[in-house]
């Protein structure tokens, strides 16, 4: 059964310096953390906040050109962790057909935000998740590291 994600908020880990995704499962409020790049990060912070840029990220391009080949996103799901690394898909819709394609949960997660559908992941995901690495990355976490937005 797949579980219903929610965005909380993008955080910079303070030991690696790189962006963690904070999502939150609607059913029983457990977070999964996902480690992204900076520009990654970014777009998805974009995203949460409403900022829009004078030109199309690549975000913003690949979801339009998706409208004009006539494909709608559906919902994003986060399928599997291997050595560390998360994996998704994205569902499309065209013509009454439902079909997928491979993405880094990064991309997919940015153009859910931007496309306003839902995000999934595994039961087995949901198990697989950071467990102890987790609970010592979030005690060293302090509050100036939330910044000052959450979604």
Do not use: C
Not at 38 to 48: M, Q, S, Y
């Amino acid at each position: 059964m797949d579980i219903k994600l929610s965005v909380q908020g993008v955080l910079t880990d303070p030991k690696t310096e790189t962006q963690v995704v904070l999502l939150r499962a609607e059913d029983n409020k457990e977070v999964l953390p996902i480690w992204v790049g900076a520009v990654e990060g970014n777009a998805i912070k974009f995203a949460l906040e409403g900022i829009l840029s004078g030109r199309p990220m690549t975000h913003d391009l690949l979801k339009s050109m998706l409208e004009h080949l006539g494909l709608r996103i559906q919902k994003v799901i986060i399928t599997e962790i291997k050595n560390n690394t998360y994996y998704a898909l994205i569902y499309l819709e065209s013509g009454g057909s439902l079909f997928s394609i491979d993405s880094r949960p990064s991309d997919a997660i940015a153009l859910a935000l931007r496309s306003h559908v839902p995000i999934y992941t595994t039961d087995e995901v949901f198990k697989q998740r950071a467990g102890d690495s987790l609970d010592a990355w979030l005690a060293r976490l302090s509050p100036k590291d939330f910044g000052e937005h959450t979604a």
